[in-house]
Structure formats: C-alpha cells, structure tokens
C-alpha cells in the first residue's frame, strides 16, 4: 500500500503547504536529510487553533491541535518530494511546542497527537525521536507548534 493509498484509507485530506511568512523557508534539505520548520495549529477551515493548554483547550484538544501540526508537515514533506511520499525514508525526529500554563504537564500527550498521526501515515519508519517543550506564548497565540526532520532515500 502506497503512502496514498494510506492517506485515503485513514481518510486523511492534507491542507496546502503553506510558504512562510517570514524570512526562513518551509524545508531545506541537506544531503538526505529534510527539515520542515515549525509547523502551527490550524483548523481544517484555515483558522489558528489558539490558546493555552490547561487554561483555554484541555489536553484532547491540544492533542487535536498537535495533530493539525502534524498533517501541515506532511504536506511539507510531500511538496519537498515532489508530491511523491515514497521518497521518505524514516521520520527521524519531532520537536513539539506546547503554548500552555504554568501548572499543565501533559506536554508528551499532546504531542502524542503528531506523533501518533505520523506513525499511522507511515508505520514503523514513522518511529522518531522528540521532545515535548512548555512554552509560555507561541506565534500569534496557537496553542501548538511542531518541526521535524526525515530522511530520504
């Protein structure tokens, strides 16, 4: 089953790979190796997922907002490859950032939302390392934000 038919069985649309709004790019590979800048909660509609997890969204919707994060990558990914999925060899690593309050600590269940949803996508070369981060404020206020890096064959 090819990376596509995958999308289509778990009934997953992918958003528009969105160019950056600052001075960076979206991807950059080097060698084999692809980068995808940080990547933010937004809605299937287009709007910013925002807010602080354990003020303003529980733990299950920053897991949600964190899977939003994770679809945006893939769409990276898949624009960086030539629309051609095929090409990725293994998610190497997650960086989530979780825009949450002082007291929150489920940081990992949140990002387990990114995490969880590239695994399904990919299988076993979706295993990765990461990080799950606190953060007090995030870019125009989303809740989450996620980077990753893959590598290609």
């Known amino acids: 089953m090819t990376y596509e038919d995958k999308l ?6 992918l958003p528009e790979a969105k ?7 979206a991807t950059k590979i080097s060698g084999k190796m692809l980068f995808v800048s940080g ?6 509609s ?3 997922i925002k807010g602080k997890v354990g003020k303003d969204l529980d733990t299950q919707a ?3 907002a964190a899977k939003r994060c994770a679809l945006s990558i893939i769409a990276q990914v898949k624009k960086a490859c ?8 293994s998610c190497i690593k997650l960086t989530g950032f979780v825009n949450s309050t002082d007291n929150f600590t ?3 269940k949140v990002i387990n939302g990114a995490s969880d949803l590239i695994a399904s996508i990919f ?9 799950a981060v606190s953060t007090n404020s995030l870019p125009l206020g989303v809740s989450v934000e996620v980077d990753a890096i893959f590598e290609l064959n």
Do not use: C, F, W
């Open 82 to 89: 030539d629309n051609d999925l095929s090409k990725v060899k």
């Open 106 to 108: 489920e940081q990992p």
């Open 62 to 64: 920053g897991y949600n």
């Open 46 to 48: 287009g709007q910013l």
């Open 8 to 13: 289509i069985k778990l009934n997953i649309k």
């Open 123 to 131: 299988g076993d070369i979706g295993m990765h390392t990461r990080a």
């Open 39 to 44: 990547q933010i909660s937004i809605d299937e």
């Open 19 to 25: 160019a950056p709004v600052g001075n960076y790019v």
